[in-house]
Structures are given as C-alpha cells and as structure tokens.
C-alpha cells in the first residue's frame, strides 16, 4: 500500500475507533465486556453478560457453569458496552436492526490472541453500516450494533463453527475453514490467530461476546412478535464492490444491493419483494442471494411459519465509501443513510 494511503488509511481508523462508546477500548486498555440495554421489557433483565442463557438449537454448546461464572465476574469489573441495544425513538414497528461486523475493537481479555493491522481490521469490518442505519431507531425499529471485532468473534457464525487449525482440541470440529466463529485467517489470507486457541479461550469467547448477543436478539424478537404478532430480523451488512481472491465470485463486479433469504425461505414473499421494488425503485441494482445468501443469523432466526422474518442486507461499499481509503462519499454517504431509514420505516409497516 503506498505510504500517503496507509496514512490515511490509519487516520481514518483512529476516528472510527474514537467513535465507540466511552471507555471503550481498542488494543491494549483493558476491557470486561457487559452490554447495555435502555429498553425496558419483561424479557431482559439488563444484566452483565455472562449469565446463563437459554440454548436454542443450531447455536451451538455453551461454557460450563463454572466458566459462565468466572466471565460473570470479569464482566461486572467494567460498565464497558460490547453492544448496544437502542429502543426506538417513535411508536415502535416490528422491525429489529442487528449490525453485527461494524466494529474495531479488540478487547484486552483476547488482545494478546490477535494478530491484527488497522488495515485488516477496516478492510474485513462491515464499515460504517452502523452510521448507515442510525436513523432506525427514529423510524420505529430496535436496533443492536456490536462494537467489536469480527477478529474476536464472528456473531454471523453458529457457535460450534470451528475447524481443528482454529481450536485444536475442540471435539467436534468441521471440516476446514479458516473463517468460522473465531477467524484465523483475513480475507486476504494473513494470519488472524497468535496461535490456534485450547477450547477454553473459545468457551470465554462465546460466553463474553457470542452468547449474550444472541440472547439479546432473541428475547427481542420474542418481544415484538408479542407486541406486534410478528416481527422482521434485518441483518445489516456491507460488501466489497468487486469479489476478493478466495471469494467464490473473485473479480466479478456484484450489484448494489444483495438481499439474501436463502431461497426466500427465511422471510414471506412479500417481504423479499418489498425489499426488491424498493431498492430498485431508488435506482439501485439488486441480486438476491449472490454472493451472500444471508449468514447464521438469518438462517437461524427466520421462521416465516412461527410469524418471525429474517432478510439480509448487503450494501455494496462503493455506494457510500471510497474504498481504497475508507472515507465516506459525500453527498453519497447521507442520501443512502436516507434511503436507509425510508426503507426501514416502510418495511415496519408491511
């Protein structure tokens, strides 16, 4: 990369970084994880993270107890936030917002485990789908956004999926992929991973960042389909504009929009072609389910038949960034944060 881009590139990381809540840390501050949640509810009791949740089939094994309650106790030593849960700000929709690769940070407890540069970092993190989408909670919808890295956990992947080069001692693993629940390689194909992790460090991994998460959507969807009778799972994502070598579609140029409901299965058929209309009607080109055809998270939580949608979204990144850079398009960057909001704000109303 050439020096004056490199520069640019760590300037740009280093306002990202900033703009995580306060006492949040990014490399060596140290950091127990516990989320943060304004909204009041009868499903959440708004506790450290940590806690025992209920186990949902697909998502995997959970700690042991005794591990459970050592994690409990890192995490009450801080008020740090791994994610956010943001109430909306009008009469609520059934609509619940989840970003959950736009983070930076890499907490303390797993620093010394991750080998990472500020341009891996930005290049692998879904950049700024947060910002995108800040205007969700004034159109009705929940919203949840992670603040940490894919490099500490991926929470679009199922808890148990792990290869033996990741975990060497987990007694279960998958076939061969460097890119499950805990990352041990970049797309780029450089080494995430210090050295491969004992099954413990991946238990604290899914207790601190994995589990609570998940829970937290869960008892938010059982929320607002009690609220509403139904509720809608939007998973927010971004994409590269041309496919990257390793990816399936390397060097093909990939549409603007890529909703993926893995064969319309995860959504009814209304939403899917809401989603369709509305963006093409923006002048947008659309692709539904290539090359992303919705990851854990929708497949997991999208039960059309139990009255809960799951659709993901896909924003090409040079709709709103300079890629090369990472800086923002101006006017590029507000009018898709408008387009955003509109969108969200109608499909609560389907």
């Not at 042991?64 to 994610?83: C, H, P, Q, W, Y």
């Not at 290049?123 to 929940?142: F, H, M, T, W």
């Not at 509720?231 to 041309?242: F, K, N, Y």
């Not at 947008?284 to 998270?297: E, K, N, Q």
């Amino acid at each position: 990369m050439h020096r004056s881009s490199r520069n640019n590139l760590l300037a740009l990381f280093l306002r990202k970084a900033r703009s995580l809540p306060q006492s949040f840390a990014v490399g060596a501050l140290a950091l127990r994880p516990k989320f943060h949640c304004s909204m009041k509810c009868d499903l959440c009791t708004n506790q450290p993270i940590g806690g025992v949740v209920s186990r949902r089939e697909g998502l995997g094994t959970r700690p042991s107890g005794k591990l459970i309650t050592a994690i409990a106790r890192k995490a009450e030593e801080d008020s740090v936030r791994f994610f956010d849960r943001i109430p909306p700000e009008s009469a609520g929709t059934p609509v619940l917002v989840e970003v959950p690769h736009a983070g930076l940070a890499i907490p303390d407890v797993v620093r010394h485990e991750v080998l990472a540069t500020p341009e891996a970092l930005m290049r692998d993190a879904d950049i700024y789908v947060d910002k995108l989408y800040e205007q969700a909670p004034a159109n009705g919808a929940s919203m949840l956004v992670a603040h940490v890295s894919r490099y500490v956990v991926d929470l679009n992947r199922s808890a148990d999926d792990v290869d033996a080069q990741t975990v060497v001692d987990h007694p279960a693993p998958r076939a061969l992929q460097p890119r499950g629940v805990v990352w041990r390689m970049t797309t780029d194909g450089q080494p995430v991973l210090a050295k491969p992790l004992t099954l413990t460090q991946l238990e604290e991994r899914l207790g601190l960042f994995h589990a609570p998460y998940h829970d937290a959507i869960e008892h938010e969807l059982q929320r607002l389909k009690k609220t509403h009778g139904h509720a809608i799972l939007l998973a927010a994502h971004s994409m590269p504009s041309v496919g990257r070598t390793g990816h399936r579609d390397t060097g093909t140029k990939r549409a603007d929009i890529v909703p993926g409901t893995r064969g319309r299965t995860t959504a009814a058929g209304h939403i899917v072609d809401f989603a369709d209309a509305f963006f093409r009607s923006a002048g947008l080109s659309v692709r539904h389910d290539d090359p992303y055809r919705g990851g854990f998270t929708t497949a997991h939580y999208g039960r059309p038949e139990d009255h809960v949608h799951a659709i993901q979204i896909e924003l090409n990144r040079a709709l709103y960034v300079h890629e090369d850079s990472g800086e923002p398009k101006t006017p590029d960057f507000e009018q898709l944060q408008a387009l955003l909001g509109t969108f969200v704000q109608q499909l609560g109303k389907l």
